[in-house]
């Protein structure tokens, strides 16, 4: 038998997949959820049930030049992380002690929200510079690691 993937890279690649779902213009991302070695709830970035998809209508942040990581509040759409949230919380799943596995770090607003919700570690595929996420993750004893590579 060939060598299984390992865990982590499992789980990471799933995210990726789980991405290729994302409505948004700018960057699809994947989040999952994970608690031993089971998948809880998966989420990927676009807009709330019954609403036009940017990619019909256009995004909001591009028509008003916001750069990426900057107002968040000015975007039609909901965050892989914070639609793992939701769909857990829907069908009354806690994720206290959870695995998230993200295709992109999440941004300050999911990483506080991932934080209440006493995850355990976050991973993810692409970084970008954050540190006041890094900061509260770090303070919080949330572990955070950073999986760089190709996962399709």
């Not at 919700?117 to 991973?123: L, M």
């Amino acid at each position: 038998m060939d060598e299984r993937l390992p865990w982590p890279e499992y789980f990471m690649r799933i995210a990726h997949l789980v991405a290729q779902r994302s409505t948004c213009t700018r960057r699809a991302v994947g989040a999952i959820a994970v608690r031993e070695k089971r998948i809880l709830a998966t989420g990927y970035n676009g807009v709330p049930t019954n609403i036009a998809h940017c990619a019909d209508v256009g995004c909001i942040r591009d028509k008003m030049g916001i750069p990426s990581g900057e107002r968040h509040e000015l975007c039609r759409g909901l965050h892989a992380e914070q639609n793992v949230i939701i769909q857990a919380a829907t069908h009354s799943l806690e994720l206290t002690g959870c695995d998230i596995y993200c295709t992109t770090k999440p941004c300050i607003l999911c990483t506080k929200m991932l934080i209440n919700c006493e995850v355990k570690n976050i991973y993810f595929a692409d970084n970008y510079p954050d540190e006041l996420s890094e900061q509260m993750l770090e303070e919080a004893g949330v572990n955070y690691v950073y999986m760089p590579g190709e996962f399709l």
